[in-house]
């Protein structure tokens, strides 16, 4: 049986998961290892798991699985795994906690009773933030996958009850982290402690920086803001987050053809100066023709660089 006392940090990339993730693991009374998508991705959105052998296969490719140094026990079955993995993961007298990215209408599949903590920022800075990930060329395509989160979270939504749910905001984190971290503690069950500002002597974050606030004021254009507003603002105000205002310009056919060709150029160059050209080619040449010896092989390779880039 899966336990269900975990506590769920619920939040688009680059809304400050990894920040909040810090912070809540040097609580001395909360375990918080990370980032976990991999125990819902290969689950259907009607609830049906993964075939188990096709699991194990799939993880053995899996950057961020791999980091956890997990064990998987290949006599379980896919609850009996995740069980497992759970276990594995958590202390004694602290309360576990999982940062999860997208398919969070899947989770009450296998954790009923669980506790969500919705992290939210402005979409206009996620979608900036996005190109220097290389997720994006521009901030029209970079604010894909906060929609999409954050339609997710809708689908959740509808499955759980209020009571659950604590809803922070990125700039309410880093303007008053004290005031943020102190609801967080309530909504959990414990006491704040003065510890989790401590998170700066153990990693690269520094203090929370002010001026990660509201950049898209300074650092994008008229036209840009409504771009992201284009395909976000119904859920920014849903979310509280003032749009414009102002009756936005729909895109013209060329000037979308533009800002799509300038997408996909922009991400195919940002590609192979990570990953070198030889290697792109060998994982798409192998993907497209199975050779699946070779791909897992370049996949793998991917992942080694990967790990210089994170934070």
């Known amino acids: 049986m899966i336990p269900n006392h975990l506590i769920f940090i619920c939040g688009a990339l680059r809304s400050g998961s990894s920040l909040t993730h810090l912070m809540l693991d040097h609580h001395p009374n909360i375990k918080n290892p990370g980032e976990f998508d991999f125990l819902f991705d290969q689950v259907s959105d009607k609830g049906v798991f993964p075939e188990i052998s096709g699991y194990h296969e799939w993880l053995s490719m899996h950057r961020i699985f791999q980091s956890k140094s997990l064990l998987i026990d290949r006599s379980l079955s896919y609850l009996e795994l995740i ?92 303007i008053s982290p004290e005031q943020s971290l102190n609801r967080v503690c309530e909504f959990i069950g414990l006491v704040y402690s003065e510890r989790m500002m401590d998170y700066t002597l153990q990693s690269s974050y520094s203090e929370p920086d002010t001026s990660l606030v509201n950049q898209w004021r300074r650092k994008l254009s008229v036209r840009e803001v409504e771009y992201v507003e284009l395909k976000a603002s119904t859920l920014m105000g849903d979310l509280g987050y003032e749009v414009s205002g102002k009756a936005i310009k729909p895109l013209a056919v060329i000037e979308h053809s533009i800002l799509g060709i300038g997408n996909k150029i922009f991400r195919y160059n940002f590609t192979l100066k990570r990953y070198g050209f030889f290697l792109v080619i060998k994982v798409k040449l192998s993907k497209l023709f199975g050779i699946h010896t070779i791909y897992n092989k370049g996949r793998l390779q991917m992942n080694e660089l990967e790990k210089r880039f994170i934070k």
């Open 83 to 174: 069980a497992s993995f759970v276990e594995q993961l958590s202390v004694n007298g602290s309360i576990l906690a999982l940062n999860v990215h997208r398919g969070f209408h899947r989770i009450p599949f296998l954790f009923s009773d669980a506790k969500y903590i919705h992290l939210v920022r402005d979409p206009r800075d996620v979608a900036r933030s996005s190109i220097g990930m290389g997720w994006a060329g521009n901030v029209y395509y970079g604010v894909d996958h906060w929609v999409a989160t954050e339609n997710n979270w809708v689908l959740l939504e509808s499955k759980i009850q209020p009571e659950k749910v604590l809803q922070v905001r990125f700039e309410d984190l880093i």
